[in-house]
């Protein structure tokens, strides 16, 4: 069955668009980390970006960025904000991974956040993500390892995208995820939870030699 989530986030962008950001220390230090790799010579893509919070608070450090999702109704809101921000080097586009058509070695950064886990296959995106990336670019994700949780969505999971209701939700642990990253090609050189229950914020490089 295709994977039709865009539907869920559709009806949901409003009130995302509205929701705090629940631990906005972690928030912060991941947005840190982040601009220490940016600078006015980069090219970096997001994918699954929502509304663009982060895209907003991290654009102006770059050339150009490309802030993706699936969702139309979170794409216009991103759109809006930027318009308002007066930030031309920031563009939205409504593209799942698999849609992305972005020449091979040309991006600095990709940025995944809170998406990895909504994705059917994650390793997928993960193996984009690195063709897309020249040698010595940069992964930053931020992913929700549910099998590691004491969390209800283990339970949700098998039911997620029935009916379109629910998004997809995919189990995996932080083993399997940097395993996952690994077996894409990247090396990992920063990896940090913030707290039990938490997600895992890692960054990875392509190598130079590869």
């Not at 970096?44 to 993706?68: F, K, M, Q, W």
């Not at 997928?124 to 897309?132: E, Q």
């Not at 020249?134 to 283990?154: E, Q, W």
């Amino acid at each position: 069955m295709a994977d039709k989530s865009y539907k869920f986030w559709n009806r949901m962008a409003r009130r995302y668009a509205n929701v705090e950001i629940a631990d906005q220390g972690a928030y912060l230090e991941k947005l840190r980390v982040m601009k220490e790799h940016l600078d006015h010579r980069a090219n970096v893509l997001e994918i699954g970006c929502g509304t663009g919070s982060t895209a907003l608070l991290l654009a102006p450090h770059t050339r150009h960025y490309l802030a993706t999702d699936y969702s139309l109704k979170m794409i216009e809101i991103g759109r809006a904000k930027a318009q308002a921000a007066a930030m031309p080097n920031l563009e939205f586009q409504c593209l799942a991974v698999d849609q992305l058509d972005i020449v091979d070695d040309s991006l600095d950064v990709v940025i995944a956040m809170s998406i990895l886990h909504l994705l059917k296959d994650w390793q997928g995106a993960l193996a984009r993500a690195f063709t897309m990336l020249k040698p010595g670019g940069v992964l930053f994700s931020s992913t929700a390892c549910i099998a590691d949780m004491n969390s209800r969505y283990k339970h949700l999971a098998p039911l997620s995208g029935f009916l379109n209701l629910l998004p997809v939700l995919t189990v995996f642990s932080q083993e399997e995820l940097v395993q996952g990253m690994t077996d894409a090609g990247f090396k990992i050189f920063h990896q940090w939870q913030p707290g039990d229950d938490k997600a895992i914020f890692i960054a990875a490089v392509k190598p130079p030699q590869s």
